[in-house]
């Protein structure tokens, strides 16, 4: 454990924002899923899901919370699944 006031404040920033982007990767992982199965199932408003997770996904990218370039691909890999299957 850091004995520096600074580290100390470090510390419990970065706590609080692995509590938080956790929370926000779990919802990602759930609105891809359900979006994926969607489109599998041939669901009515699985355009509405897609496009759901294609903004969280562009989100989380935007605020860090996963890297840029992961997110394009997480949403090239969903719109590609989409389009193949209607």
């Not at 920033?13 to 489109?39: C, D, F, I």
């Not at 041939?42 to 496009?51: F, I, S």
């Not at 935007?62 to 949403?75: L, P, S």
């Amino acid at each position: 454990m850091a004995n520096i006031a600074s580290q100390k404040k470090r510390n419990r920033q970065n706590e609080k924002r692995r509590l938080r982007n956790k929370g926000v990767r779990s919802e990602l992982k759930t609105r891809v899923k359900s979006a994926r199965e969607a489109v599998v199932s041939g669901d009515e408003n699985a355009h509405e899901l897609v496009r759901g997770a294609q903004k969280r996904l562009n989100k989380a990218g935007a605020k860090g919370v996963i890297h840029k370039n992961a997110a394009a691909r997480r949403t090239s890999r969903l719109m590609k699944r989409a389009t193949k299957t209607t």
